[in-house]
C-alpha cells in the first residue's frame, strides 16, 4: 500500500518495518547542512540549564522564577505538579501498545490523507520537508473514541479512558501555569479574568500529539521532528524518562556568539512547558515561543506526548494592551487560534514574522513620509 503525506508525496512512513532496518533508507537521510545549521551544547549540562521549577512553592517566588524562564528560555521543566506519576505511566503504557501494533493495523486509523488532523501518521511538520521523519505520530483533538475503535473495534475503552484523564489533568495543569505566567507579565486576578485567553479554557478541546521515535541505526543522519515552533499558547510535553531526544534551540548571549542546540534532560514525573507562538504574541513579544526538535537514539525508542493548549477557537489573541509600551504600540495583530494555524500550515517558521507589525514609531515615520 502506497500512502501520501499531507504535500501529496509518497510517504515511506507506514511502509518502514523500523526493527528490520540495519541502515537508514534514502527517504529518511537529512543533508548535514539541515541537520548541524547549529551546533549541539556538548557542555553537559550547558553553563546555565533550563529551568526546573518546584510548583509546590509559593505564588510570590514562582512567579518571578516562571516569567525569567519564558523570556530567556521560553521554555522549563515542572515538578511538583500533582499530576500522579500513575497517569504519567499509564497514558505512555497506553501510547507504546498503539505504536506497537503492527503497520497495517495502525493504518486503519490513519489520517485523511486530504488534510485530516486527527488520526495515523507522520507529524503534521513534515508537508514543509522532503525528507521523511524517524518517528510516527497520532493526533487527537477533543475525543480519541472514533480512531481508537478503528485499531481496537473491541477493547478502545482503556486507551480512551487514559487519554480523556490525562487531558483532563493537562488543562487544569495548563491553567495553573497560564496564570503565574500572566501574572509574571504583571496583571492581577481580576485583569487576568478580563482579558484573558483562559476565558472559557473548560470547553476548549484538548489536543493530544502522541509521538514515538523508534532506535535508528544511524541516528546522526536522520531527524525524529524537525525544528519548530508551537501554535499553541503553551505545549506541556511528558517524555520517557530514559533517553534523551527533546532539544531546544538557546541562546546564551553572555556565553555563545551563536544559538546552541541544547537537550532537555528527562527527569523521572517532571513535565516539560514550552511558549507557544500564541503566548508570544500575548506578551507582545516579551515571551520566547522556542524553536525546538527531537533526535533519535541508536539503541532505545523515545515516546512523548505533548498537550497543546490553546484558547476558545473564537477568542481573538492579541498583546495584552496593559503591558504594551505605548511608544512602540502592539508588535502583532489581534488574531484567532484557527486563523493562525492555517497561516501557519502554509508558513511554518515564518509565521509569525508574516503578521509581525511594524513598531509604532517606524509606522509614524512612515506615515508622515505618505503625506
Ligand atoms: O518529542 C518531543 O519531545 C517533542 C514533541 C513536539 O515538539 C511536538 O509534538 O510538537
Ligand atoms: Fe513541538
Known amino acids: 500500500m502506497h500512502s501520501l503525506s499531507v504535500s501529496g508525496q509518497p510517504s515511506l512512513l507506514c511502509q518502514l518495518e523500523w526493527k528490520s532496518l540495519n541502515q537508514v533508507p534514502d527517504s529518511h537521510i537529512w543533508p548535514p547542512d539541515l541537520l548541524h545549521h547549529h551546533p549541539t551544547s556538548n557542555i553537559i549540562p550547558p553553563s546555565s ?61 490513519q489520517r485523511c490523507p486530504s488534510g485530516g488532523v486527527t488520526g495515523y501518521g507522520p507529524a503534521l511538520i513534515s508537508s514543509f520537508f522532503s525528507k521523511l521523519f524517524w518517528s510516527e505520530g497520532f493526533t487527537i483533538v477533543g475525543s480519541a473514541q472514533e480512531d481508537a475503535r478503528k ?43 478580563e482579558v484573558g485567553p483562559l476565558r472559557g479554557h ?32 503553551i505545549t506541556i510535553i511528558h ?30 514525573g517532571a513535565l516539560v512547558v514550552n511558549v507557544g507562538d500564541l503566548f508570544h504574541i500575548i506578551s507582545n513579544g516579551r515571551f520566547h515561543t522556542v524553536i525546538h526538535r527531537a533526535v533519535v537514539d541508536r539503541t532505545w525508542s523515545r515516546i512523548s506526548v ?31 487560534w484557527p486563523k493562525y494555524l492555517s497561516l501557519k500550515k502554509k508558513l511554518h517558521n515564518e509565521t509569525l514574522a508574516s503578521i509581525r507589525l511594524p513598531l509604532a514609531a517606524k509606522r509614524q515615520d512612515d506615515e508622515k513620509k505618505v503625506l
Open 49 to 109: 540549564s533550563m529551568p526546573i521549577i518546584d510548583l509546590t512553592a509559593a505564588d510570590s517566588v514562582l512567579i518571578p522564577l516562571v516569567g525569567r524562564a519564558c523570556e530567556t528560555w521560553g521554555a522549563f521543566q515542572i515538578t511538583g505538579h500533582g499530576v500522579p506519576l500513575r497517569l504519567l505511566d499509564l497514558v505512555e503504557a497506553q501510547t507504546c501498545r498503539l505504536f506497537s501494533l503492527p503497520s497495517a493495523h495502525k493504518l486503519r486509523a
Open 151 to 193: 485499531l481496537w473495534p473491541n477493547c478502545f475503552n482503556d486507551f480512551c479512558s487514559a487519554m480523556e484523564e490525562y487531558s483532563k489533568g493537562m488543562k487544569d495543569l495548563s491553567r495553573r501555569v497560564i496564570v503565574l505566567m500572566l501574572r509574571s507579565l504583571g496583571l492581577s486576578e481580576e485583569d487576568i479574568d
Open 202 to 233: 473548560d470547553e476548549v478541546e484538548p489536543v493530544l500529539q502522541l509521538n514515538y521515535y523508534p532506535p535508528c541505526p544511524e541516528p546522526d543522519r536522520t531527524m525524529g521532528l524537525a525544528d519548530h515552533t508551537d501554535s499553541s499558547l
Open 239 to 268: 517524555q520517557s524518562s530514559c533517553v534523551t531526544g527533546l532539544q531546544l534551540l538557546h541562546h546564551d548571549e553572555s556565553d555563545n556568539p551563536r544559538p546552541q542546540w541544547v537537550e532537555v534532560p528527562p527527569i523521572l
Open 306 to 336: 505533548a498537550y497543546f493548549c490553546g484558547p476558545l477557537a473564537h477568542f481573538k489573541v492579541g498583546p495584552i494592551q496593559k503591558i504594551v509600551d505605548p511608544n512602540h504600540g502592539p508588535a502583532y495583530p489581534g488574531i484567532t
